[in-house]
Each structure stands twice: as C-alpha cells, then as structure tokens.
C-alpha cells in the first residue's frame, strides 16, 4: 500500500496549482486513500480548531443554543465538553460565548444546560463593558436566568455592575434578588475571616 504524505494532498487555498500529470496522479491517489483535506475556513470561534470535524460540532452547538434546539446541544455538550470544555467557554467573533448567548435569549433551559456540562458563568464578553451572562440576563429581565447564575456564582463585581444594570432598567425583583445575594456573599465572607482570625489564636 502506498503512503502518501498528508501535506502531498492539501492544496493552498490561494492561487490553484498547475494541472500536469503529476497533480492528476496525485489527486487520484489523495481521493482513493481517504477524504480529501481542505484548508476549511477557521469558524465563527475566535481559537482555530486543527480538526474539522470538530470546527463542525462547536459551529453545531452555537446553532443550536442559538435556535433553542436543547436536545441537539445537549449532545454535543457531552461529546466536546470531554476534551475540549476551555474551547466551548471561548468567545465568538460576535464577541459573544455561548453563556452570554442563552441568557441574553432568555433562555433558563439552555442556560442550566451549559451550566451543568461546567461553562463559566463569569466569562466576560468581548465588548468595552466586558459584560457578564448575568448582565444579559438582568438586562432581559430573566429571573430564572439570574437565579441560576446567582447559584452558580457570587463574583462581587458581576453582581454589582448587574445591580446597577436592574436599577437603570426598573426590574425590582431582580434588584431584590441581587441585594439578597451580596448581603449573603458578604455575610459568608466576614464569618470566614471571622473562623481564620479566631483559629490563629
């Protein structure tokens, strides 16, 4: 059987390379061994995915948060988040990550999903305010979004800059729930320093 070098069969994506004999041959011999491997274009995600197939699945899973299909991307959750859980948390050309997605769609479902297979709630987005998924989701008005984010995390900065955004828009509920959440942060951390302090005497 004969081996032929992978980098023999990709072709530039630039100016086409001259047909002869030779590249005839070599072409038939690319196609005979196995699928053809093209330069595919990078994806909407910022870091480049060497393997296609999985460039596909992470192009899958946006669409699939985006179009609220939970089962598909539940799926596609399980199979990538395995090997590859610090790329699913990466942001997209948008500026956008799949965290700031759901919760800007208001969708609590899809956002518990990502949750549950380990994304970040604190990633920031690409943007001057460098938002949080639970400024979306207080933005929106969401407050299942915003409880569930809350459970899953009690960044001080993120919770006051979503406080401030609860009060500009009027959602008082959201205003209540944020309050609560830092007085309780705040509680936990005094009677921590309040332990360590009384432990070193």
């Not at 699939?64 to 299909?69: A, G, R, T």
């Not at 205003?175 to 009384?198: H, M, V």
Request: one cysteine or more; a positive charge; hydrophobic letters at 35%.
């Amino acid at each position: 059987m004969l081996l032929i070098p992978q980098n023999l069969c990709l072709r530039s994506s630039g100016t086409a390379a001259p047909r002869n004999r030779f590249s005839d041959f070599l072409g038939r011999l690319c196609s005979a061994s196995g699928p053809r491997q093209t330069a595919l274009p990078q994806g909407e995600f910022n870091s480049p995915f060497p393997n296609p197939t999985i460039r596909k699945d992470f192009n899958r899973l946006y669409e699939s948060v985006k179009n609220d299909q939970l089962p598909e991307a539940k799926w596609l959750l399980k199979r990538l988040t395995k090997h590859h859980i610090d790329d699913v948390n990466n942001l997209r050309r948008s500026g956008l990550g799949l965290m700031h997605l759901a919760a800007k769609k208001r969708d609590s479902a899809m956002l518990g999903l990502l949750l549950k297979y380990g994304l970040n709630p604190n990633i920031r987005d690409d943007t001057r305010g460098e938002r949080s998924p639970l400024f979306y989701a207080v933005n929106g008005g969401n407050y299942e979004s915003t409880k569930l984010l809350l459970n899953a995390s009690t960044n001080e900065d993120l919770i006051l800059l979503a406080l401030q955004e609860a009060k500009d828009n009027g959602h008082e509920d959201l205003e209540n729930l944020l309050k609560l959440t830092l007085e309780k942060s705040n509680y936990s951390a005094r009677a921590g320093r309040l332990s360590r302090t009384f432990a070193k005497t």
